[in-house]
């Protein structure tokens, strides 16, 4: 397994370099020069941990989650202001989220809207100092499973439940079989979370995860 955060505040010349023709043009239509040399900084450095060439494109799935075709690899990436990760595993599926750590996010009606009763519960019945940190620990969880899954926002996030107390460990709690959810340290001011399919899944072989490096990135301590 591969696990990084990197920042997306790079120069990017090298990084578009490595970008399909494709992603070139899509990369041309962000307006404003931020988002274009952030799609550009993720998309170029998951091409540099896979060791792909700019002639060779990504799958995706039902629903829009990238892959390798015929590959034992599986990847997700996240970003969130300007800090990217990146997760990457062989013979299993796996997805990963990172987020800013927001508080006047956290303080708006978003638990109510999206996270199950049983979540919110247990979300309100924190001290109002630790309700920040346990939503984003909650919201992380969630995403990192429906990208996992690769159903993203077509799976509610309230059809399922995780843990979200400071002294509790990561786990699903209903609606998940199959998964082991793990958290991440994550850089100061980010949460982040990370889940892999319990059981090994195989397209075909490859060799390409050989290749893979640990070079750049900052690598994350995993528990779950």
Not at 89 to 112: H, L, M, Q, T, Y
Request: hydrophobic fraction near 40%.
């Amino acid at each position: 397994m591969d696990l990084r955060f990197f920042s997306l505040e790079v120069d990017v010349e090298r990084l578009s370099c490595l970008l399909s023709g494709e992603e070139q043009e899509r990369a041309s239509r962000f307006k404003f020069d931020r988002d274009r040399n952030r799609f550009i900084a993720c998309r170029g450095t998951l091409r540099e941990l896979l060791r792909m060439k700019p002639h060779e494109n990504f799958s995706y799935g039902k629903f829009g989650k990238p892959m390798l075709e015929g590959s034992q690899i599986h990847f997700n990436v996240s970003h969130s202001n300007g800090m990217g990760m990146i997760a990457i595993v062989r013979g299993r599926e796996v997805g990963c989220d990172i987020e800013r750590i927001d508080p006047s996010f956290a303080n708006d009606k978003i638990p109510e809207q999206f996270f199950s009763p049983r979540e919110v519960a247990a979300l309100r019945a924190l001290p109002a100092e630790d309700q920040c940190d346990a939503f984003f620990r909650c919201w992380t969880r969630k995403e990192a499973y429906i990208k996992a899954c690769g159903k993203g926002m077509y799976l509610p996030l309230d059809s399922f439940d995780v843990t979200l107390a400071p002294d509790r460990p990561a786990a699903f709690l209903r609606g998940v079989e199959g998964w082991s959810l793990h958290e991440v340290q994550a850089p100061p001011g980010f949460a982040a979370a990370m889940v892999m399919a319990n059981h090994p899944f195989t397209r075909f072989t490859n060799s390409r995860m050989s290749s893979i490096t640990k070079s750049g990135g900052a690598e994350a301590n995993v528990s779950g």
